[in-house]
């Protein structure tokens, strides 16, 4: 009875153990069979490819063009303006008779001067004749050394008269041609700024018209003083070719560097530079604002990436990189310079790999991305 009792004792006392260890049991089994939470969704982005090739070496700048001489015409003398064989805006050549004083008063001082001249130069022969008769008859002693001194001194009176004659008769025909002005170079006229009828003052302070060469032309220019060496490398070595860009059409123009200042600017920290363009098609003209591209030399395997690929951190210049797994990577890159959109990495990627180029504020390292067409 009493073994019955202690089997009976055992089983009863175990009996709410069991159940409660059944319980837990249940439990653990109900918590175990709950769901993980789902991995984040992969973050759409934009990449591109870096790539490698030969880019060119080349200044970037805004210019001015200028004209190659500019020429303002000014009467030398003074007189009415009968005259004007040009229109406003027109092309001349050199050479070309622009204006014409009126000539008639100087035509009147030339002839006046002609006249003195003659009248001088027949008394100078005269002069010479008297002087050779006291020659012969002082060696006579017929006449007095004095009188042969008076003819000589009127002989020599009279010739110094014709040469002072014959310079007011050259600057009476050349007061006479300044009445027919020229063009002095080949360019393009501007406004007109005296007119037929007018009054001409001799140097006035206003020119008549001011001529500007075009063809060639200069388009000047300011560079960074860092590139000074490389400039003048590169011009001692060969032309230089510089390509002006013209807002509004396509095809730019080309012309060579050809003068490079002797000064740098302290104010500003750049230098002045102007290449001559030939200017054909009269494209450039004075006082036009254009961007140049002065292309020095090229740089072989070079590894491009764009630019909006590239990241600022504490750290310096970052990429994300896209691994073959869709995961991205950061990487620290090295940037040399900039060349229409892209970049020229010096180290930290290599050609083709992918880089993030638009999302790439919502990635952090080990992120997995989809590769959208846009956003």
């Known amino acids: 009875m009493d073994n019955s009792r202690n089997y009976l004792g055992l089983k009863s006392g175990v009996r709410p153990c069991l159940a409660f260890f059944l319980a837990v049991s249940l439990l653990i089994g109900s918590c175990s069979g709950e769901k993980k939470p789902p991995p984040p969704p992969p973050v759409p982005v934009l990449a591109a490819t870096v790539t490698e090739k030969t880019v060119p070496v080349e200044v970037k700048a805004i210019a001015n063009v200028e004209a190659y001489s500019t020429v303002s015409i000014k009467s030398r003398i003074a007189g009415q303006l009968v005259q004007v064989n040009f229109k406003e805006g027109q092309d001349v050549k050199a050479g070309d008779l622009l204006f014409v004083i009126d000539p008639r008063p100087y035509e009147a001082a030339l002839r006046q001067v002609e006249a003195n001249l003659q009248k001088d130069k027949a008394l100078a022969v005269k002069a010479q004749a008297d002087l050779k008769r006291y020659a012969e008859l002082i060696r006579k002693q017929f006449v007095s050394q004095q009188d042969y001194d008076q003819a000589r001194s009127t002989a020599d009176s009279l010739t110094a008269v014709v040469n002072a004659d014959q310079v007011a008769v050259q600057n009476a025909k050349l007061n006479l041609s300044y009445c027919y002005i020229k063009a002095p170079i080949t360019g393009r006229t501007g406004s007109l700024l005296a007119n037929q009828g007018n009054m001409i003052k001799e140097n006035a302070d206003t020119a008549m018209v001011v001529i500007n060469q075009i063809q060639p032309i200069y388009v000047t220019f300011a560079i960074p003083q860092q590139n000074l060496a490389e400039i003048r490398k590169y011009m001692a070595a060969e032309k230089i070719p510089v390509e002006a860009v013209i807002a509004g059409l396509e095809n730019p123009?080309?012309?060579?560097?050809?003068?490079?200042?002797?000064?740098?600017?302290?104010?500003?920290?750049?230098?002045?530079?102007?290449?001559?363009?030939?200017?054909?098609?009269?494209?450039?003209?004075?006082?036009?604002?254009?961007?140049?591209?002065?292309?020095?030399?090229?740089?072989?395997?070079?590894?491009?990436?764009?630019?909006?690929?590239?990241?600022?951190?504490?750290?310096?210049?970052?990429?994300?990189?896209?691994k073959p797994d869709l995961t991205v990577e950061v990487r620290r890159v090295e940037v040399d310079r900039s060349l229409d959109g892209e970049v020229i990495i010096k180290q930290g990627v290599k050609p083709g790999e992918q880089v993030v180029t638009d999302g790439q504020l919502r990635l952090v390292p080990g992120a997995k991305v989809q590769i959208k067409s846009g956003l």
Request: glycine letters at 6%; one cysteine or more; aromatic letters at 8%.
């Open 253 to 322: 123009e080309t012309g060579v560097l050809t003068f490079v200042d002797n000064t740098v600017d302290k104010a500003t920290g750049t230098f002045v530079c102007k290449a001559t363009f030939a200017n054909e098609p009269k494209r450039l003209w004075p006082g036009l604002f254009v961007n140049v591209v002065v292309k020095l030399s090229t740089q072989p395997h070079a590894v491009l990436a764009p630019a909006r690929a590239i990241q600022s951190s504490q750290e310096g210049d970052i990429v994300f990189v896209i």
